[in-house]
Structures are given as C-alpha cells and as structure tokens.
Nanobody
C-alpha cells in the first residue's frame, strides 16, 4: 500500500559528508512526520532527526550542528544532510513516515535501511 525507500548510504572518511534520501510512494493522502533513525551494531535503534509537514525539526543531541533534515512535501521525500561525520555515526539508517492513506488511516511506515560507514 505504501513503500518507503532510502538511498545514499556508503563509505565515507571521518570529517566527510553524505546525503541520504527517502521517498514514500503509494496510496498516500498526506504525511505528517518523517524521520531518520539509526541502529549501530549491538545498540538499540535511536531517533536521529524528525521533521513535520510544517518543517518543524527535532535532532538528537549527538548530531545537532552536523546533520540537517529537510523534506519536499510535493515529492513525499525527506533528506538527511550529514556533515563532519564521525566513526560513531556508523550505522544502518532507517527512514520512517507517518502516512495517512486514501482510506484515512494513519500509521507509520518504515524503509529497509541504508548502511553508512565512517572509516579511514
């Protein structure tokens, strides 16, 4: 019914930058919150950044000043610009979208994740 697909992960050196993208498609009426989460090996999944349809944003303390979340409502797409990357940012990054579908039901949908590796 709704698909969420991330892209843009890869290997980057410490101090480098990456831009992640996430597109939602399907029977979408509108999307409220879109967010990025990450899960490092051996750790629990954590919220990295979130953005509402009105562009209000929220960031984890560990990424404030380095990561920027943005979205294109017309394209049902959210982005995560990651600068000054550190080895501890290494994780699988997941996108979530709180979607209201054509039947007026609202529920979260998740992508399958994209791997970001920060290493020299």
């Amino acid at each position: 019914q709704v698909q969420v697909v991330e892209s843009g992960g890869g290997l980057v050196q410490p101090g480098g930058s990456l831009r992640l993208s996430c597109a939602a498609s399907g029977r979408i009426l509108n999307i409220n919150v879109m967010a990025w989460h990450r899960q490092a090996p051996g750790k629990e999944r954590e919220l990295v950044a979130a953005i509402t349809s009105g562009s209000n944003t929220n960031y984890a303390d560990s990424v404030k000043g380095r990561f920027t979340i943005s979205r294109d409502n017309a394209k049902n797409t959210v982005y995560l610009q990651m600068n000054s990357l550190k080895p501890e940012d290494t994780a699988v990054y997941y996108c979530s979208a709180e979607v209201r579908t054509w039947d007026y039901r609202t529920m979260p949908y998740w992508g399958k994740g994209t791997l970001v590796t920060v290493s020299s």
